[in-house]
């Protein structure tokens, strides 16, 4: 027996993004449902083809998808609610987009974060209505490479457990009888499998990497004994993925055949374990130690040498050496990119370099050292190459890191010394307005932005349009009657882009994308080096936007957290040191602009939240010091600069206090969609800063009536002062049109100015 390499699966998107092409040409009419399936096809079976030539062992199949795995899942069962059209049998893939992004007449199923990914899955809803199994898409995955490339694939399912977790609809006490519906659709695409003659099938259930308590682990427990029983022939690969996982004994103790772990984000406790409480040996260990949600290079020394200290509890004949989780996360191959600096180029790892990677370990392993010797010298030297990059040992950055101190990160007054003193500075009515920061990003503007890009235009050219439209904005935003404004945002085409191509310390790809959901893809910025401050970035627009109107304009910047966890970061130095080097650099943005006169400074967090480790036991460390960072970007301003923040969501019940410690004077944060969950928070817990809830939807086109947002204005009152209640839209506008950004606006002003008055003669009356 031999070291075997194993794939969990492969980026669907295409090296040029073919699959959002294909799709998007489907849904806007210009191809036909044949030819979306035989671009699908396509495509799938190339990727096949990849993994068969790089030499993978066991290559994952039915890992493809045309919009999400836990989609295809749910309609595989025949998961549709009612509310789509649907007469049971064969899932028409009309309804399958239904479910996916709605229609004229239905709306879309609800759409959320897998796990602590960038990545946003189809959340199922369970109905209670009996399931059937409407296509057993593994075993056609499986047909398919089977007789189309003669490939002996390892169906990939979603495991029982991670689905009926991620899925709604049912309470807690109902769990059983979710499970009597799903477990017999388990059984028979099990049973048909093994039928078939397959071998392995790969069961994820990255649900086991969270925190589980005994109940939930007891049902896993049975649910493994259920299927197992059902196709005893069939072995199972239980593949954990994204951290370590809680329940060690009582998982590897499960019937199945193998069981993966996370060798990169949960490398010190899987490791621990494995060693301390051993690893049975009628079982296969997966070794996910390439790592697949980063783009760095593997130093392949330091692999193997990892594999060789697991070999003393499993012998190397039993494992799979694989990447720690489906390679969806990265991009396709470091080939497409054409730009790059040689040392970065060449310390880059996507898909297509990480098979190459488990293929070489696979084969070191196997004895066959000396072919590949030439490889592991490479990797470790391009390792070293990149780790000796002046910009990423810069002794300024390490300095100023080292000085900072508790002080850096305290405002100079507390909260309510600052309100009173920004109260007679601003005096700005009670229920103020303003929006979140961007307006109507338009088609001209990225036209012109492009030829802008491309030199088509001069600097100036581009400059005295971008002023422009300031310009324009400023006097709509006079004309609603807005009472704090904002330049509009129109210089920027990404919030996180922007600032990463005026920082040192980042580098940008050219196709470098990963899914963020649907056919929705993100490139994003690579941090490679220390990040520096290096120019302003913000104050010219936001001095001329100033400068056009006696209304206080907000500065407006992204966060040191959001920036760090929407890009793909260096993994030599922690995630908190990256932090609080952009914190660092930010700050002198703020001190830029408060010296240049800017007195209200915007610094959005939208993705503060998503850096939340899966383990809550965690959650305080990272909390800490993403509170630190943004503090650190804020504090040095004068008690009469208001610092604001925004966040797009309203799940944060769970850490408000955290959003507190941020001790920004004013938040704004989406509320419109699930006002009810958000108000309850604000019984519970006394929140005193200035807050502005979201009383608009800005994801709809529809415009919202003064009357609707003067009720969520009340509904926010009931448990929220009125002089710390401001009044805004759920988010930025910039995917709105003209049209319905000004009749919104106006509607919402309207509203505003209606409480405000029945305020006053409230207050006048006592
Ligand atoms: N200021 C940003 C905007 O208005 C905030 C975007 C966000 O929260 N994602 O576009
Ligand atoms: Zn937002």
Same mark, same amino acid.
């Given at each position: ?11 669907? %998107? ?12 489907? !849904?806007?009419?210009?191809? #036909? ?80 974060? !897998? ?85 392995? %099938? ?6 086991? +990497? ?36 809680? =329940? ?63 070999? +003393? ?6 494992? =799979? ?14 080939? +497409? ?13 996507? $898909? ?12 070191? &392993? ?22 000796? &990059? ?22 100079? &007054? ?85 600032? #990463? ?64 966890? =929407? ?15 952009? $914190?660092? $650099? ?14 209200? %400074? ?16 965690? !959650? ?60 309850? $928070? ?7 800063? #200035? ?76």
């Amino acid at each position: 027996m031999t070291t075997i390499s194993s794939m969990l699966g492969y980026p669907y %998107i295409g090296e040029n993004r073919e699959w959002k092409r294909s799709l998007e040409a489907f !849904w806007s009419g210009n191809i #036909g449902e044949e030819q979306l399936v035989d671009d699908m096809q396509k495509l799938r079976l190339v990727h096949l083809q990849k993994q068969q030539a790089a030499g993978i062992d066991k290559i994952a199949v039915g890992d493809f998808t045309f919009y999400d795995r836990m989609l295809d899942t749910a309609v595989m069962f025949g998961m549709i609610p009612e509310r789509y059209d649907w007469q049971g049998g064969n899932v028409p893939l009309s309804t399958y987009f239904s479910m996916a992004r709605g229609n004229d007449d239905v709306v879309a199923c609800e759409m959320t974060k !897998w796990f602590d990914t960038n990545y946003h899955y189809i959340v199922p809803e369970f109905e209670n209505r009996k399931l059937s199994l409407t296509e057993n898409k593994p075993l056609n995955a499986y047909r398919e490479a089977k007789e189309l490339l003669g490939i002996e694939g390892k169906p990939v399912l979603i495991g029982p457990y991670t689905f009926l977790k991620l899925s709604k609809g049912y309470s807690n006490n109902e769990t059983p009888a979710f499970l009597l519906h799903l477990l017999p659709l388990y059984e028979e695409i099990l049973k048909e499998l093994s039928a078939e003659g397959v071998q392995w %099938i790969q069961i994820d259930e990255p649900i086991l +990497s969270t925190s589980l308590n005994q109940d939930e682990m007891k049902t896993v427990q049975e649910i493994y004994k259920q299927l197992k029983t059902a196709a005893p022939e069939l072995k199972f690969m239980l593949q954990t993925y994204f951290d370590s996982i809680e =329940w060690y004994k009582e998982t590897v103790e499960l019937p199945v055949d193998g069981i993966g772990f996370d060798f990169v984000h949960g490398l010190q406790k899987n490791v621990s374990n494995i060693k301390t409480l051993g690893f049975p040996a009628d079982k296969v260990l997966g070794v996910g130690i390439i790592d697949g949600r980063n783009i760095w290079r593997a130093n392949l020394r330091e692999k193997i040498d990892l594999v060789h200290t697991l070999s +003393s509890v499993v012998p190397s004949e039993r494992m =799979w050496i694989q990447p720690s989780c489906s390679l969806q996360h990265v991009p396709v191959t470091t080939r +497409s990119e054409q730009a790059l600096e040689a040392t970065i180029k060449n310390a880059l790892s996507f $898909a297509d370099e990480k098979l190459h990677e488990i293929r070489s370990i696979t084969a070191s &392993l196997n004895g066959d050292e000396e072919a590949i010797l030439a490889e592991i010298e490479d990797s470790v030297a391009a390792c070293q190459r990149l780790s000796e &990059l002046p910009e990423r040992n810069r002794e300024d950055v390490k300095t100023a890191i080292h000085n900072i101190s508790t002080k850096d990160s305290e405002r100079n &007054l507390p909260f309510t010394k600052r309100k009173e003193a920004q109260q007679s500075a601003f005096s700005l009515p009670l229920l103020p307005t303003t929006t979140i920061g961007s307006f109507p990003q338009t088609p001209e503007i990225r036209r012109t932005r492009t030829k802008w890009r491309k030199g088509e235009i001069t600097n100036e050219q581009y400059e005295a349009f971008i002023k422009e439209n300031i310009q324009s904005w400023i006097d709509i935003q006079e004309e609603i009657g807005l009472d704090v404004f904002v330049h509009g945002e129109f210089e920027r085409t990404d919030m996180v882009e922007y600032f #990463g191509e005026k920082l040192d310390g980042f580098t940008f790809t050219e196709k470098a994308w990963v899914v963020s959901y649907g056919s929705r893809c993100v490139k994003p910025p690579v941090i490679y080096g220390d990040v520096a401050f290096n120019q302003p970035m913000t104050v010219k627009e936001s001095v001329y936007a100033q400068s056009l109107t006696d209304k206080p304009v907000k500065g407006m910047l992204t966060g040191p957290v959001t920036i760090l966890n =929407w890009s793909f970061v260096r993994n030599d130095i922690s995630l908190e040191e990256v932090a609080n080097q952009l $914190a660092l $650099a930010l700050r002198n943005e703020v001190a830029a602009l408060e010296s240049a006169g800017i007195h209200m %400074i915007q610094v959005d967090e939208p993705a503060l939240r998503e850096g939340l480790p899966l383990k809550k036991e965690r !959650w305080n460390d990272y909390l800490d010091w993403a509170v630190n960072a943004f503090r650190i970007t804020t504090a040095a301003v004068k008690e009469t600069t208001q610092i604001h923040t925004h966040m797009c969501y309203c799940d944060f019940n769970d850490f408000i206090d955290s959003i507190s410690a941020l001790d920004a004077d004013v938040i704004s944060i989406e509320t419109s969609r699930s006002h009810g969950e958000l108000v309850h $928070a604000f019984n519970e817990f006394h929140y005193d800063k #200035g807050i502005g809830l979201g009383v608009y939807d800005i994801h709809s086109p529809r415009v919202p009536t003064t009357d609707e947002m003067a009720s969520i204005i009340d509904k926010g009152l009931e448990v929220l002062s009125p002089d710390q209640f401001w009044v805004n839209p759920d988010c930025g506008l910039k995917t709105r049109n003209h049209e319905e950004t000004i009749a919104s606006l106006h509607n919402m002003v309207s509203a505003a100015v209606q409480k405000r008055e029945q305020l006053q003669v409230l207050q006048a009356d006592h």
